[in-house]
């Protein structure tokens, strides 16, 4: 169900390790332990927020011996982006009238 | 902290009923009975989910009498899509690979 799936998506962005640990994927494949590093995580906190992930479809995880090896996987990006630029007019519309706000007060200094 | 601000904003983002109280205010201002009346939803409940969607920035409340009006602030959406546009090159990348696939079988179909 395509609700659903957004919302997992958008669970899974919306945490500051979760989003951390996916740049770290963007150099390539890690380890959990990797993962977890930049975060000073133990490896069974940084396993869950990777279970988070991959419940989103955003990590594919191997197991190479006793390793798990986790890689990114973007579409799910892709696809949250797709609802969110539904709403381009309304923010760009926005910007628009600040852009014109601003270059009024600009005139009117002068 | 543009950190808490992502988390706030995939948060509200990451349930149906909120997305659809966007969808809903996209149309206009609207008081809280009416963006609780698509969804069946008591008062208190979509109360809590406008909350959500305050806390993130997406809404703004405005009392009017007894009645709480509501009204749709887009900025974060672009915020979040800003954010999500980085990562971009990685699944466009994959779509072209995917269409590379689709036309490679379609050939040797022939």
Redesign the interface.
């Known amino acids: 169900m395509v ?2 799936r ?6 899974a ?4 390790t979760r ?1 951390g640990m ?1 740049a770290n994927l ?1 150099l390539g494949e890690k380890s959990i332990g990797q993962l977890a590093k930049p975060f000073t995580m133990s490896f069974a906190g940084a396993s869950k927020h990777v279970k988070v992930l991959e419940d989103a479809g955003l990590v594919l995880r191997r197991k190479v011996g006793r390793t798990h090896l986790c890689s ?1 996987e ?2 799910p ?2 696809e ?2 797709r ?3 539904q ?2 007019k ?3 519309v ?2 628009d009238r600040l852009e014109e706000l601003l270059e009024a007060n600009k005139d009117e200094r002068k």
């Not at 962005?13 to 500051?16: C, F, S, V």
């Open positions: 609700q659903n957004l919302d997992t998506i958008f669970h962005l919306a945490d500051p989003r996916l963007a990114l973007p579409e990006l892709g949250a982006d609802w969110l630029r709403w381009e309304f923010w760009s926005r910007l």
